[in-house]
């Protein structure tokens, strides 16, 4: 068979008209296909980034949570003080 014999075919017409259906016409074709893929990737990258400020958030909230520690955030962050008590801040 020559090449103007097997483009004739009603089956390589056929297979041209699937694919340019599949890859230009469908809803999910390949310029979709690449949209959604970026999307997921930046909400997994969104994701990831949320699940650490939770576990950041976690982690202070567990410090405030204990008494020793939260005396210590008080008096570095707030400069609170005990009774009878001076405070001298250094920079």
């Given amino acids: 068979m020559t090449f103007f014999q ?3 075919n009603f ?3 056929f297979f041209v008209a699937f694919i340019l259906w599949m890859f230009f016409l469908d809803g ?3 310029l979709n296909q690449i949209r959604m893929r970026q999307t997921l990737d930046e909400l ?3 994701k990831q980034y949320y699940s650490k400020q939770i576990d ?4 202070k909230q ?3 949570n204990n ?3 939260l005396e210590e955030i008080a008096r570095e962050k707030y ?3 005990k009774e009878g008590e001076d405070v001298y801040v250094v920079d």
């Fill in 6 to 8: 097997r483009i004739n």
């Fill in 11 to 13: 089956y390589f017409w």
């Fill in 28 to 30: 999910n074709d390949i």
């Fill in 44 to 46: 997994q990258a969104e």
């Fill in 56 to 59: 950041l958030l976690e982690t």
């Fill in 62 to 64: 567990e410090q405030i």
């Fill in 67 to 69: 008494a020793k520690s």
């Fill in 79 to 81: 400069l609170m003080t």
